[in-house]
């Protein structure tokens, strides 16, 4: 949410994941968005969707307007610190999210280097520089 794009904009972290769209009009950010990296075989009616656990990933912004998106109402929720998150297909889909895989450019690190490489192994084009 609006938090993930403040806390790399003000160097609290070195890269984001999963952070939504639009990618901000900030100098010096590069934004990759993701793609698909598991899918279920079966479209499914949108009150199925109540027999899955949903994943509630709170805005943590500070400065900026905290915002919710496609919370699953009659859904049981829950947070998650590990574990693999699988997309499902609705028989009425929802409008998609662009999410992004970002950093700043001036952050040059082996390690953000390295992981920004094997992360962009999974990732989709294009690739969004603000200079």
Not at 55 to 66: G, L, Q, R, T, W
Not at 74 to 94: A, K
Request: proline share 6%.
């Amino acid at each position: 949410m609006s938090g993930t794009w403040e806390v790399l904009i003000e160097d609290k972290v070195d890269l984001v994941i999963g952070a939504p769209g639009p990618v901000p009009n900030q100098k010096g950010i590069r934004a990759v968005k993701l793609t698909e990296l598991a899918s279920i075989n079966k479209t499914m009616q949108p009150n199925e969707l109540s027999c899955y656990r949903s994943i509630i990933v709170h805005d943590s912004a500070k400065n900026e307007i905290p915002w919710s998106a496609n919370i699953i109402e009659g859904s049981q929720h829950f947070f998650v610190s590990s574990g693999e998150l699988v997309i499902i297909e609705l028989t009425e889909p929802r409008p998609t999210e662009d999410l992004y895989l970002a950093w700043k450019l001036t952050n040059k690190g082996k390690g953000l280097k390295r992981l920004t490489s094997l992360l962009l192994d999974k990732a989709a084009k294009p690739t969004y520089t603000l200079l």
